[in-house]
């Protein structure tokens, strides 16, 4: 089957920390890979997103490397910002055209 | 902004009821999506239109229902509700590569607060 794994949080660091939430996938075939993005009390929001294996997506100072032999997709960020605060989820997309998401992972950064 | 709307924004509503929940896709956007967001289950797929009709279907429960009109904004049907259906649903909208094909790139809605006392 078809499923997303990622760290439970929430996770807590100091500004200019660096980030790693990590993102594992069980799926047939070759899926797409996404991290999306959840402010407060807004919906979300598409961060990264890599389509093939060895694929890097990057965006805002994170990224996300699809390591197809390991079945992961790892969000890292050099030195997160208090604006980074906010839920992270790890989706993806199989060739059934559906998508899975992770449990999300809550993100706190503090001054 | 996304550019996807949904309305209400918030809903309060007794059980055994029955509620529409409404979403507009970003202009030109052919596919919407519906997802239920709740504490314990995390974010859960229910269903996919594709310029009109079922395209997938995820962990809907029977007694809700979806459909996407011809002007292309869905409507997300939930009956005989239950305390558990307290959540957060939200709508996404995506425009395929390929008509018909693997879609990509999904844009999220605001979200409804969904609320069963």
């Known amino acids: 089957g078809n499923s997303v794994t990622q760290m439970e949080g929430p996770v807590t660091l100091s500004e200019e920390a660096f980030l790693t939430i990590n993102c594992t996938y069980t799926?047939?075939?070759?899926?797409?890979l996404f991290w999306y993005v959840q402010y407060p009390g807004e919906g979300l929001q598409l961060l990264l997103k890599?389509?093939?294996?060895?694929d890097k997506g990057s965006n805002k100072g994170f990224e996300a490397t699809y390591r197809k032999e390991t079945t992961s997709f790892h969000l890292e960020k050099g030195s997160v910002q208090v604006s980074d605060s906010a839920v992270y989820f790890c989706a993806l997309l199989n060739t059934g055209n559906q998508f899975y998401f992770g449990t999300g992972t809550s993100l706190t950064v503090i001054p | 902004d996304s550019g996807v709307t949904q309305t209400p924004k918030h809903l309060i509503t007794a059980t055994g009821q029955r509620v529409t929940l409404r979403c507009s896709p970003r202009?030109?956007?052919?596919?919407v999506y519906w997802y239920q967001q709740s504490l314990d289950q995390g974010l859960q797929f229910l269903i996919q239109?594709?310029?009109?009709?079922?395209?997938a279907k995820g962990n809907i429960l029977e007694r809700f229902s979806a459909q996407q009109f011809p002007d292309l904004h869905s409507e997300l049907n939930l009956s005989s509700l239950e305390l558990g259906d307290s959540a957060l649903y939200f709508c996404?909208?995506?425009?395929?590569?390929?008509?018909?094909?693997?879609?990509?790139?999904?844009?999220f809605g605001p979200g409804t607060r969904l609320t069963v006392l």
């Open positions: 890599a389509t093939k294996a060895d």
């Open positions: 996404a909208s995506s425009y395929p590569r390929v008509a018909g094909g693997i879609t990509d790139t999904q844009y």
């Open positions: 799926a047939t075939g070759y899926p797409s």
């Open positions: 202009s030109g956007d052919l596919s």
């Open positions: 239109y594709y310029n009109g009709e079922e395209r």
